[in-house]
């Protein structure tokens, strides 16, 4: 049994988990993982940010048991693993007690120095400074989160696993882009891939769910959450996915637009007037959901929607129109499609969405069960009719699970 906090720092939001591991089988086989504690520091930087700790170690305190939930202000990840860290303190498990032999840190862009997991040190401190370029809405993030646990968990070695690499199996032709190859070789513009530590977590459990070994299958993997990705699996392995360079490109996200002609962002710099900076803020923060609907989350987009708001309609038709065109272009590029995968906040939570996204494609194998839809459930669970040729699947994400497991992997416990 070994224990390691798990730090998920993401775009606006700091998730953890302490986990105790039993044992390290293969990747997604081996072992489960008992979660002692876990929690949440969301809008971060808004403000108004919310924390929730909760220990699931039978201990705890107050009337919620071992839930705590309170308001505070996170100008930054910083102050956020700050909280978390004086959640543990005040609330407990106690970090010192808990027999904790690693943390594990999320690390969203490695870039192509690692495609897998690291000790971190001074020099990957560095190197993830370095792609923050690349990944501004989460290396800078990441990088906050590992600054601040160092100091505050000191006595443990600390992992950086990285989101990038279970995508290092795509093949040159899916992470090629058509540029000059010199300059592009120049610049390091390629396809990276992210989400990567969520999709290998669902991977192993959509195939037990299906009976088969992950060796025989061919998935796409949508993970639609704040950002969002799709990923063709063939064969357990990753072969081609949305995200690009950076997080931006693919699906239509949270406040990211996805895929957009690059000569629009050409006219916007020349004839629109906007700024290097204004466009990266365009489209970090203030498309998707958000420039087109006025709100970046799923839940209050459908609750326009069904009060009659059109550009929130409008909003939804556009991410189920982009879900279905990456779902049908991989489904080609693997030559067959054995399941549909959906995880993440939204894949896991919003009927809507996927009702959306898989509606009509019944001439292609998919086919959604409207019952099996609606049911709210936090397991892995099918929602396509058993005799359907496709297998659509809802999977929660173990990302931190992933990550714990990783983890021990590099520290050898
Ligand atoms: N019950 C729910 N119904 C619909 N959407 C939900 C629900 N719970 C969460 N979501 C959506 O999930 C999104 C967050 O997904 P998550 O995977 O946690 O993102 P991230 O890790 O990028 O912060 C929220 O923006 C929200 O839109
Ligand atoms: C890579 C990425 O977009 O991550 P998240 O969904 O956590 O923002
Ligand atoms: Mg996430």
């Known amino acids: 049994m070994s224990v390691v906090l798990v730090v998920n720092s993401g775009s606006s939001s700091v998730k953890y988990e302490l986990v105790e591991v039993d044992g390290t089988g293969p990747d997604g086989e081996g072992g489960g993982g008992r979660s002692l504690a876990s929690g949440l520091v969301e809008r971060i930087g808004t403000g108004g940010g ?24 996170v100008p930054d990840h910083g102050a956020a693993l700050r909280a978390v ?37 001074d020099d990957l401190e560095r190197a993830v400074e370095e792609l923050s370029d690349l990944a501004p809405l989460h290396n800078p993030a990441n990088l906050e989160g590992i600054r601040v646990a160092r100091r505050a968990v000191p006595d443990v070695p600390h992992v950086a696993v990285f989101d990038t690499a279970f995508h290092a199996t795509v093949p040159p032709e899916a992470y090629t882009y058509a540029l000059d190859r010199d300059v592009a070789r120049r610049n390091g513009v390629r396809r990276y891939g992210f989400h990567g530590t969520s999709v290998a977590s669902v ?16 998935m796409v993997v949508l993970h639609l959450g704040n950002g969002a990705s799709a990923t063709a699996v063939l064969g357990g392995r990753s072969v081609e996915t949305s995200m690009g360079l950076t997080p931006l490109e693919g699906l ?7 895929d957009v002609d ?21 489209l970090n923060r203030g498309s998707g959901l958000a420039g087109l609907a006025g709100a970046s989350d799923v839940r209050e987009v459908v609750r326009r929607a069904a009060d009659g708001d059109a550009d929130a309609e409008l909003a939804l038709d556009v991410v189920a129109h982009r879900v279905r065109h990456y779902l049908g272009a991989y489904a080609f590029a693997m030559g067959r499609l054995d399941a549909v995968v959906l995880t993440a906040g939204v894949g896991e939570n919003s009927a809507e969405v996927r009702r959306r996204a898989l509606a009509g494609l019944e001439g292609f194998g998919v086919v959604v069960d409207a019952g099996r839809n609606a049911e709210l459930s936090r397991e892995a669970r099918r929602i396509s009719p058993d005799d359907a040729p496709v297998a659509v699947l809802v999977v ?8 714990a497991r990783e983890t021990l992997a590099v520290v050898g416990a």
């Open 50 to 73: 919310h924390l929730r700790h909760e220990r699931r170690d039978g201990e705890g305190d107050g009337d919620g048991g071992g839930r705590t939930e309170r308001d505070l202000d």
């Open 396 to 403: 929660p994400t173990a990302e931190e699970l992933q990550i």
């Open 85 to 121: 860290v004086d959640a543990f303190a005040q609330h407990g498990p106690d970090l010192g007690e808990a027999g904790l032999v690693a943390v594990g840190h999320r690390v969203v862009h490695g870039g192509t120095r690692f495609s897998a997991p690291v000790l971190v040190d």
């Open 252 to 258: 239509v996200m949270g406040t990211r637009p996805g």
């Open 203 to 218: 991977v192993p459990r959509a195939a037990a769910l299906l009976g088969r070994p992950a060796e025989d299958l061919a």
């Open 262 to 282: 690059p000569g629009a962002l050409l006219h916007l710099l020349r004839a629109g007037g906007l700024s290097v900076d204004e466009l990266d803020h365009l």
